[in-house]
């Protein structure tokens, strides 16, 4: 039976046929690897994603972590899981064999991953959230903290999480109060309350690595007075070994719609709960610059952002392909036109309007895991091509799609997962099947790692602008190469890619218009909307990319048919949403804007 967590021929199709991940191993950092090496380790992520992670994809959503005043406890499931997690080596699949990584392309790294969210994205936060941490730490923290913390870290001794949040502030980091305090050890004492810590809490492993936003005192005001600090649970000797418990007091547990399985809390540091070296104060060491530590922290933000998108992703997949087996299986009423009542019922996926549902949530979700994999495979480019040139290009490219990649599948295969209940019917919103659930984990994904409209802000804000406009160029000039090719390949394809043509000229049009007088007021009102619409062209050009790689129409199987079908669908009936969308920031509307508090 196919899988209903993902398609591995689909994700066999994105990485092979169309993002040609083999031709990597020609690079020297994958020159050990091979197609082979590629397969075996996705078939490794399907085979323990499906027999460890799945199955308590339920019990954990029904039996939410627990907390008794001193420890949080968890059903036993998630642990086994993790430790199997830990002994297939995925964790590392992309890191530097000097640190015990497998050197796999970012690419393979991220399909494999995606296996694990969709069998329970719960679960898998914990070593999503491991990881960023791990590689913020590597780019950014001393030899001695990767010693400390990456490697035990790495082989699934220790967890990781990243504390940015205070309940007073939420997202606007510029107001944390958090205070680190310097001591003449050189270390720091960290005091101050973090909001929405996801794995704050647990004993699924020996420690926990927390990654703490701070002030230290007498530092310039906002956010670039923030420093970042690496506070663990347990302090950590020079050997290795476990040392006093630090002043980092779990204060309670958040309680969620969705991602039940994953510990949500609010933690206390430096409370005097616990008095390491006799007194109170988190212990904390510096990572990086003094008052740098928002830029840091970003390496994580970033990474956890698309992590985010490529969960959203998941979710949308897994409840696609479980409202599609429903659809082929489930008998229910006969076609349009059909007289004889004795007849025999039909599948629904008989009716056009399950169909219709079907191949919405298809168009999106398989759009957004190709979007998901183009940004990991820019990863490959930004650190391994041999052209420096084409390195920036990457890393300018993976920047502006960063909050595109996050916020539309977090919007859009969350819309998939409300189709799959809606094909389910009256059994859809039951706990009998697992779309309901799905659709509870993934209306978490447009909040976490910075709401849809910061991303929005972050988009049109930042990224189209940055560099005097290079980010939109680029985006721009990109999305017309592949324009270009498919007018060359002729047929339906160039028909296609007049459409895309038309929508990404609109983007610019509109981005110059909107900022037109320079003022981010009336720019931003509407970002939202912006994000959206650009979104849009952006999954648009990802079919486009989908169609030039498939075989000529006529030839190849179902599964390329059907990703023809999803094309044409999105081109005719998504992509056409972006026209008002346009329209309404092309006329600077200020309806928003002029909306007074005291009116609503």
Known sequence: MPSTLLSRRDLDFLLHDWLRVSELVERPRYAEHSRE?????????????????????????????????????????????????AETGLLTAGLDASVGGLQLPHAVA?????????????TSAYPMLTLGNANLLLAHGSAEQVDTYVRPMLDGRFFGTMCLSEPHAGSSLADITTRAEPQEDGSYRLFGTKMWISGGDHELAENIVHLVLARIPGGPPGVKGISLFVVPKVLVGADGSLGDRNDVVLAGLNHKMGFRGTTNTLLNFGDGGHTPGGRPGAVGHLVGEPHHGLAHMFHMMNEARIGVGAG?????????????????????GRPVGAKDPAAA??????????????LAQKSYVEGALALVLYCARLLDEQGTAPVEADRERAH?????????????????????????????????????????????????????????????LDLLGRKMTMQGGAGLALLTATIGDTVERARQAGGEAAGLADRLADAAARVTQVTRRLWADGDPVLALANASAYLEAVGHVVIAWMW??????????????????????????????????????????????RTTLDMRPDWF
């Not at 954990?60 to 907390?67: I, K, R, S, V």
């Not at 030039?548 to 949403?577: C, I, N, S």
């Open 312 to 332: 959203a992703t998941a979710l949308g997949y897994t409840g696609y392909l479980k409202s599609l087996a429903y659809a082929r299986e489930r008998p229910q």
């Open 544 to 589: 486009l990319e989908q169609v030039l790689a498939l075989p000529p129409e006529g030839t190849g199987d179902a599964f390329h048919a059907g990703k023809r079908q999803a094309a044409r669908y999105f081109f005719t009936v998504e992509l056409p949403r972006t026209g008002p969308q346009f329209d309404l920031l092309e006329s600077r509307d």
């Open 396 to 456: 300018l490219l993976l920047d502006v799609l960063t909050p595109i990649t996050k916020s539309w599948p977090s919007q859009w295969c969350l819309a998939a997962n409300d189709l799959a209940i809606q094909v389910l019917g009256g059994a859809g919103y039951t706990r009998d099947h697992d779309v309901e659930q799905h659709y509870r984990d993934n209306r978490l994904n447009p909040i976490h790692e910075g709401t849809h409209g910061i991303q929005a």
């Open 110 to 122: 991220a399909a494999c991953f995606t296996w694990f969210q969709a069998a329970n994205v719960a």
């Open 345 to 358: 019922q039909v599948p629904i996926i008989d009716h056009p309007d399950v169909r219709r549902m079907l």
């Open 37 to 85: 090496t590629f397969d075996d380790a996705l078939d490794l992520a399907e085979r323990v994603a499906t027999e460890q992670f799945a199955p308590h994809n339920r019990a954990a959503d029904l039996a939410e972590p627990t907390f008794d005043g001193q420890r949080v406890r968890l059903i036993p499931q998630v642990r086994a899981a993790l430790d199997s997690f």
